[in-house]
Every structure is written in structure tokens, then in C-alpha cells.
């Protein structure tokens, strides 16, 4: 298995921009897709982005696509999540994963999907 450390979270008003990172130990980053979720209070961990080991294709939520932007960086054993356009919506712990299902990433969306997971870091978009 991978470990996974998220970081960048924060507050932002609405309409501001956000980058969160994931930092993966092991050797074998690259191996893997990577994903993105959020939880926020009272509701179950919901999918954002997902980008396979390769850097392509990608797959976004419906809430998120055209606003978010989730790229990796196999050298540094990182993935980023770029958030522009933040809504109050937007607000969650955010989640990092790992998968190693030999499927497109466009079909992992759930989480029974990624079998390693961050800490996660808190998203705050005030009104």
C-alpha cells in the first residue's frame, strides 16, 4: 500500500481558487490512479476527480467539472487537486486516495474503489 499525506486546505471566499496536494511515499506512485473525495458534515464521501497512473484520462463530478483540475506529478510522488470558481457548496474534508483496480478511471467513483487513504485536509468557502 501507498501512504498518503493531503495538504493546501484552508478558508477562501467564495470564487477564490484553492491547490491541494497529496504527497505519496513508496516507489511505486505511479503505479497507481488517484482520486480525489470530499465529505462534508452530516453527508457520506462523495467522488470528485480521478486521473489515471499514466496522467490520462481524467474524470470529474458533475459539480466540479470545468472548475476543478486534478493532475499528478509522477516524479515528485504528488497528485493536485486545482479548485477555481469555490462555492460555499464546495466546503469538506478533502480526501486523497489510491487505486489499484485495473479499470478505467472513468468507472472509479466509489469509494470501495481505492484502497489507500489521507488524513484528508479541510476546504472552507465563506459566502
Known amino acids: 500500500q501507498v501512504q498518503l499525506v493531503e495538504s493546501g486546505g484552508g478558508l477562501v471566499q467564495a470564487g477564490g481558487s484553492l491547490r491541494l496536494s497529496c504527497a505519496a511515499s513508496?516507489?511505486?506512485?505511479?503505479?497507481?490512479?488517484m482520486g480525489w473525495f470530499r465529505q462534508a458534515p452530516g453527508k457520506e464521501r462523495e467522488f470528485v476527480a480521478a486521473i489515471s497512473w499514466s496522467g490520462s484520462p481524467t474524470n470529474y463530478a458533475d459539480s466540479v467539472k470545468g472548475r476543478f483540475t486534478i493532475f499528478r506529478d509522477n516524479t515528485k510522488n504528488t497528485v493536485y487537486l486545482q479548485m477555481n470558481s469555490l462555492k460555499p457548496e464546495d466546503t469538506a474534508v478533502y480526501y486523497c486516495?489510491?487505486?489499484?483496480?485495473?479499470?478505467?478511471?472513468?468507472?472509479?467513483?466509489?469509494?470501495?474503489?481505492?484502497?489507500?487513504w489521507g488524513q484528508g485536509t479541510q476546504v472552507t468557502v465563506s459566502s
Open positions: 513508496g516507489r511505486t506512485f505511479s503505479s497507481y490512479h
Open positions: 486516495a489510491a487505486s489499484s483496480v485495473a479499470s478505467s478511471v472513468r468507472y472509479l467513483t466509489q469509494t470501495a474503489d481505492f484502497g489507500s
